[in-house]
């Protein structure tokens, strides 16, 4: 019973950000029916290189500021003493915010890796949302616990 709801928690996470997607119609184009963007052919070289190359060694806070969007860092503990790191691209008063979460084995870096024109956050943002990029326990921007250290195996035991 536990698993089936820890996925169906899942897929809802999952499904949130593609709804306010659809919502803006940032792909979806109602009048025909059709996802256009989705169907255009790629006119750029696959090996061109992301529009950051210090991408491999910044922060994401590092990595927002570097398109010149606002950024903020927010922590968060978890009940069971992880504390989280967030980062937020903050919207104009009233907007509607919208959580990416990365993938296994993946941070919020991810989310902006690809640079100003690629990244999802960044088009996001561009489209009036509040962007906030949540980061799992344990990865490198949620690496810290009130009473646990990283080398003692109960820090990795997640629950």
């Given at each position: 019973m536990g698993k089936m709801r820890l996925l169906?928690?899942?897929?809802?996470?999952?499904?949130?950000?593609?709804?306010?997607?659809?919502?803006?119609?940032?792909?979806?184009e109602p009048a025909t029916g059709t996802a256009d963007a989705l169907n255009?052919?790629?006119?750029?070289?696959?090996?061109?290189?992301?529009?950051?190359?210090?991408?491999?060694?910044a922060t994401p806070m590092d990595m927002i500021s570097q398109h010149k969007y606002p950024s903020e860092a927010h922590t968060v503990t978890t009940e069971d003493g992880y504390i989280l790191t967030l980062y937020r691209i903050p919207g104009a008063a009233g907007s509607t915010p919208v959580y990416l979460q990365h993938g296994l084995l993946e941070s919020s870096a991810d989310w902006l890796i690809p640079g100003k024109a690629k990244s999802l956050a960044f088009i996001l943002w561009d489209r009036g949302y509040d962007v906030w990029?949540?980061?799992?326990?344990?990865?490198?921007?949620?690496?810290?616990?009130?009473?646990?250290?990283?080398?003692?195996?109960?820090?990795?035991?997640?629950?």
């Open positions: 169906c928690q899942a897929l809802i996470l999952i499904q949130l950000p593609l709804q306010a997607i659809r919502a803006d119609n940032l792909f979806y255009e052919p790629i006119n750029e070289p696959i090996n061109e290189p992301i529009d950051s190359p210090d991408a491999c060694c990029l949540g980061n799992a326990r344990g990865n490198t921007y949620s690496k810290k616990h009130k009473t646990l250290s990283t080398s003692d195996p109960q820090f990795w035991n997640f629950r």
